[in-house]
Every structure is written in structure tokens, then in C-alpha cells.
């Protein structure tokens, strides 16, 4: 349990990084989720001042509607994200752009693709545009 302690301490610092890189407001997220800014301090202090409380379980569902879902995700173990599900879905369109990913992909594995058989890097991006086009789809 210590090196659960640990890494998640590790982790909400690097959410504290992400907040300041990307311009999340600490006093926003506090009158978003309904936490006082005093508590959201002490679960992402700035860099080197002292160590984080780590989070409960209620404060993760608290911010969860307010924060990207990628900086949640630092909070699982590797291997696990958390992804927003969305609400209502056009099935039809979200058919046709798993048909044209599926599509993109099989020419991307011919003989005479950029790289082979092998998925080569602008194959790779553009494949990982598509599957984002999807609705509710994350690369």
C-alpha cells in the first residue's frame, strides 16, 4: 500500500504540472466541483513545497465532470484510462467512421504502403485521426 501512497503522490503532482502548463485554474476547479481551494491545494501543491494528501475516491467524482479526462486517468494504475462516454450517439455516423478507419487501416497493411506491411509513421497519424473523428472514439 506505501508504493501506492507513493506513486499516486507522484502522480497528482504531475496533474499539478498539467494544471499550470495548460492553464487549469485551481480557484476555477474549486467553484466548479464544489471543494474549497484550500483542500484542492493540498491534493496538487506547487512543485516542491510539500508532499500532496492524496485524493479520496469523493474528491476524483467531484472533479471528474471538470477536468480532462486524460490528467484522471494519471490516477489508475498503466493500462487503465478513463474515457467519457457520450450521452447520445449517431450510430449511423459513428458506423461510417469506423468503416472508413477499418478501410485506412487495411491499405495502410499493403506491400506497397509507405512502410510495408508495417504501419509507417504518417499512416499512423492519420490513423489516429480517424479513430478520434469517431464519435466517442479516443487514439
Known amino acids: 500500500m506505501a508504493d501506492a501512497i507513493r506513486i499516486i503522490r507522484a502522480r497528482q503532482c504531475t496533474i499539478r504540472r498539467q494544471f499550470d502548463e495548460r492553464g487549469i485554474s485551481l480557484k476555477a476547479l474549486a467553484l466548479d466541483s464544489g471543494i474549497k ?3 484542492l491545494i493540498s491534493y496538487f501543491p506547487m512543485e ?3 508532499d500532496p494528501a ?3 475516491a469523493s474528491a476524483v467524482y467531484c472533479l471528474a465532470p471538470f477536468l480532462p479526462a486524460d490528467l484522471l ?4 494504475p498503466d493500462g487503465f484510462a478513463i474515457v467519457r462516454v ?3 450517439m449517431d450510430h449511423c455516423e459513428a458506423a461510417e ?6 478501410c485506412a487501416k487495411s491499405r495502410a497493411h499493403r506491400a506497397d504502403s ?4 508495417a504501419i509507417g509513421p504518417s499512416e499512423d497519424a492519420a490513423l489516429r485521426a480517424k479513430l478520434a ?3 466517442g472514439g479516443r487514439p
Not at 486517468?73 to 489508475?76: A, G, P, V
Request: glycine content about 6%; hydrophobic content about 40%.
Open 86 to 88: 457520450p450521452e447520445a
Open 37 to 39: 481551494q484550500s483542500t
Open 48 to 50: 516542491g513545497s510539500r
Open 97 to 102: 467512421a469506423m468503416q472508413d478507419y477499418l
Open 73 to 76: 486517468s494519471l490516477l489508475l
Open 114 to 117: 509507405e512502410a510495408g506491411e
Open 133 to 135: 473523428a469517431v464519435p
Open 54 to 56: 492524496v485524493m479520496p
